[in-house]
């Protein structure tokens, strides 16, 4: 079995910061893209920025220049460090890995519970 558990959510004010971690739990041999995606009430959850094995990034194009998404494969954990934080990033912040590899198996497209972001103006 193979969980993802994020942390590091809260409460800033406009222009604070918060970094977000994201663990992966198991017997876990590698994992493949992890990345952050985020949603609001009503809406669809959206990506916010993905880290491959090889360390190339992607970020949507709200957050370019503010995030800055890292992983450590020796903990099997990603990072988010969100600078410059706007209202509109108020959400809740989930953590995906598309493939975690075991001794045993494959999981594919696993998701963490989330960890509420909220941003004061």
């Known amino acids: 079995q193979v969980q993802l558990v994020e942390s590091g959510g809260g409460l800033v004010q406009t222009g604070g910061s918060l970094r977000l971690s994201c663990a992966a739990s198991?017997?876990?041999?590698?994992?493949?893209?992890m990345g952050w995606y985020r949603q609001t009430p009503g809406n669809q959850r959206e990506l916010v920025a993905t880290v491959a094995g090889d360390g190339s990034t992607y970020y949507a194009d709200s957050v370019k220049g503010r995030f800055s998404i890292s992983r450590d494969n020796t903990k099997n954990t990603v990072y988010l460090q969100m600078n410059s934080l706007k209202p509109e990033d108020t959400a809740v912040y989930f953590c995906?890995?598309?493939?975690?590899?075991?001794?045993?198996?494959?999981?594919?497209?696993?998701w963490g519970r989330g960890t509420q972001v909220t941003v004061s103006s």
């Open positions: 995906n890995a598309d493939r975690v590899y075991t001794p045993r198996t494959m999981y594919s497209d696993t």
């Open positions: 198991g017997n876990i041999f590698s994992i493949g893209t």
